[in-house]
């Protein structure tokens, strides 16, 4: 079975911009969360939904948006990028909405914002 | 606030060595989360495991083991007889029972097992 995957694995993106990101959860998976991991820290909570539903936001401007599609994949989107959004963005899925259950995390994707 | 803290920023050991990785958190909850998971250089986090703060039995898998003391607020990890493919980013994470609590990551321990 596949796991969670996402696109672009990398991208260069300029100061003021904008970026899409992608995420495609386990089959059967409704959850999708995703994590921001700046360099050596450890991943930050940006969203999740769930059925389709933002269930949390995490402690992130209003340049940061995300959504959910039918089939339970998910987007993130960042406008107006800054040098400090450069990180790992994590996609997590989960069978349960509640982030105290086990998560199953994709590859990542890095932005670079030069 | 809750807060997770791995104190130990890298460690190097060399192979078959064990070796412990160090994980306090902060909670005012009775009902309470812990988890470890593993980075490796690929990228994707990969979950070790999951306790609940009613359950403090030690717990082994296969070379890895995991001491939970709720006395002193630490769920530690040991790896024993270290391999070069246990080298990882490792990171404890806490999260809350209620049903809007998120999921708090430690800083994570860089582990490098020297053959």
């Known amino acids: 079975d596949a796991g969670v995957t996402q696109s672009p694995t990398h991208l260069i993106k300029t100061r003021g911009q904008q970026v899409t990101l992608r995420c495609s959860p386990i089959s059967g998976h409704k959850s999708v969360s995703w994590y921001q991991q700046v360099l050596g820290q450890g991943p930050q909570f940006i969203f999740q939904y769930y059925e389709k539903e933002e269930r949390g936001r995490g402690n992130f401007p209003d340049r940061f948006s995300a959504r959910q599609f039918p089939n339970y994949s998910s987007e993130l989107n960042v406008n107006a990028l800054l040098l400090g959004d450069s990180a790992l963005y994590l996609c997590?899925?989960?069978?349960?909405?509640?982030?105290?259950?086990?998560?199953?995390f994709g590859p990542g994707t890095r932005l670079t914002v030069t | 606030a809750q807060k997770v803290t791995q104190a130990q920023t890298e460690i190097s050991v060399v192979e078959k060595e064990d070796v412990t990785l160090d994980c306090v958190y902060e909670t005012r909850d009775t009902t309470y989360y812990l988890f470890w998971y593993k980075q490796p250089p690929s990228g994707e986090l990969v979950f070790l495991i999951r306790r609940n703060s009613f359950d403090e039995q030690n717990e082994i898998s296969g070379r890895y083991s995991w001491n939970f003391q709720k006395s002193t607020s630490s769920f530690n990890f040991t790896i024993t007889a270290s391999q070069v493919v246990d080298s990882a980013v490792y990171f404890c994470?806490?999260?809350?029972?209620?049903?809007?609590?998120?999921?708090?990551f430690g800083k994570g321990t860089r582990l490098h097992i020297l053959p």
């Open positions: 994470a806490l999260s809350g029972a209620n049903r809007d609590d998120k999921i708090i």
């Open positions: 997590a899925s989960s069978l349960a909405w509640r982030q105290n259950y086990e998560q199953y």
